[in-house]
């Protein structure tokens, strides 16, 4: 069963970074390993629903980004380290929130919750003003 463990998490100032990791093992449901699944980082602030952050295809040649986030969040992944990671530079106090990593069904960048398989248990982003 496939296993997604997120880290990398924390308290900054408004205007800093924090680089967030997904280390994933197993496989999925269907027995696609990491290596040819997309990946997704999503984020849920207080009292709102869960968003689509960026989403990476299978071998990192074709991303995604929600409009939020575009030019100062960048979605990169390391098969060989079963690793995807979210580097978040200028962060603004709204960003503030969960952050999760989730495993796709398929290959291709998505965006709807529905085509994600497998999800981690989520690493808290607070950035301060």
């Known amino acids: 069963q496939a296993q997604l463990v997120e880290s990398g998490g924390g308290l900054v100032q408004a205007g800093d970074s924090l680089r967030l990791s997904c280390v994933a093992s197993g496989r999925t449901f269907s027995g696609r390993p990491f290596s040819v699944s997309a990946m997704g980082w999503f984020r849920q602030a207080p009292g709102k629903e869960r968003v689509v952050v960026a989403s990476?295809?299978?071998?990192?040649?074709?991303?995604y980004y929600a409009d939020s986030v575009k030019g100062r969040f960048t979605i990169s992944r390391d098969n060989a380290k079963n690793t995807v990671y979210l580097q978040m530079n200028s962060l603004k106090p709204e960003d503030t929130a969960i952050y999760y990593c989730a495993q796709a069904r398929g290959v291709v960048i998505t965006i709807p919750e529905r085509d994600y398989s497998y999800w981690g248990q989520g690493t808290q982003v607070t950035v301060s003003s």
């Open positions: 990476i295809n299978w071998n990192g040649g074709d991303t």
